[in-house]
């Protein structure tokens, strides 16, 4: 039963890490995509 235990606890820590890399990801993406649309005066994504 501890082997079970250890595992989801494992896999809880695995899947909340890349949830939050995702969200992460997610909105450097956004902030970059306002920062372009309000640069339109031939700016570019640095």
């Not at 595992?7 to 993406?29: E, H, K, N, Q, W």
């Amino acid at each position: 039963m501890k082997a079970f235990r250890l595992t989801g606890l494992i896999l809880g820590i695995v899947g909340l890490s890349l949830s939050v890399t995702a969200i992460v990801f997610s909105a450097v993406g956004m902030f970059k995509a306002r920062q372009c649309k309000q640069c339109k005066l031939g700016g570019q994504i640095k």
